[in-house]
């Protein structure tokens, strides 16, 4: 068997109607998973869904979340388990930020901001592990870190918060769930061309410096995070739990 197959397996995937999160869906997909696209938005998802499908031909299922609304989140995961089956691995990828220098920076754009990013990637994954541990089986779990995971810029103080807590996370849950079988792991990326970082690749002064910082040169594109997440959710990564591997072109290894 190719160890870096997911046959049989069934993905659920946050933020999987753009970027990063659909790049994992389709990366998943087309290494034999089924899966499950979650995001706020369901015309989004609908056409995420729809390209999953034909490019891969896999089952692929929507459920629409809004994961700023913690409270919502057992209840619905449990609503995705009973319509398509229990996911046996799960990405977070959701994620939001709010820009603001940290002495102005308003406490409803610090709480949205970590009930996203943090509150709900632990909610979905409490969720999902209390439906594995109930049926004795084994999972994975890979969150979606940052560069702000270890290190931070200007205006970010919410954000880089959440993410150095996805990071944090991410070994608790590894240490708790090792003996369940339940793998834990998070990918930080560099810096990814999606349409939320659209603005920064726009910005002459920031597009020329990320090439400058970079050794590799170049921006990432989702599928440089996708491959990653596939080989976590893989049986070849079977004694991988605990870790935050950073997948940034060289970023955080040059000064």
Not at 89 to 114: H, K, M, S, Y
Not at 172 to 193: E, M, T
Request: negative net charge; charged residues 20%.
């Amino acid at each position: 068997m190719d160890p870096f197959r997911l046959d049989g397996h069934l993905a659920l995937i946050t933020g999987a109607s753009r970027g990063i999160g659909r790049g994992v869906a389709l990366a998943m997909a087309e290494a034999g998973a089924d899966i499950v696209l979650a995001a706020r938005a369901s015309a989004d998802l609908d056409e995420a869904a729809e390209e999953v499908r034909t490019k891969t031909g896999r089952t692929v299922h929507t459920a629409p979340v809004d994961l700023g609304d913690s409270a919502s989140i057992p209840a619905w995961f449990d609503g995705v388990v009973e319509r398509n089956g229990r996911p046996n691995i799960l990405v977070n990828a959701a994620g939001i930020t709010r820009r603001a220098p940290a002495e102005v920076l308003a406490l409803q754009d610090w709480n949205d901001v970590i009930g996203v990013n943090l509150t709900a990637s632990f909610l979905i994954a409490q969720a999902f592990a209390r439906h594995l541990i109930g049926a004795a089986e084994q999972g994975r779990i890979i969150n979606i870190a940052s560069l702000m995971t270890a290190a931070a810029r200007k205006t970010t103080t919410a954000y880089t918060a959440s993410k150095g807590g996805v990071g944090q996370l991410t070994k608790a849950l590894a240490v708790d769930w090792a003996d369940k079988g339940i793998l834990v792991n998070a990918i930080a990326p560099g810096f990814i061309a999606t349409a939320m970082t659209q603005p920064l690749q726009d910005n002459d002064e920031f597009h020329a410096w990320i090439l400058k910082r970079t050794p590799l040169g170049r921006w990432g594109k989702p599928e440089d995070i996708a491959l990653p997440c596939v080989f976590l959710a893989s049986p070849a990564a079977q004694f991988v739990t605990g870790q935050v591997i950073y997948v940034d072109g060289g970023f955080m290894a040059t000064f």
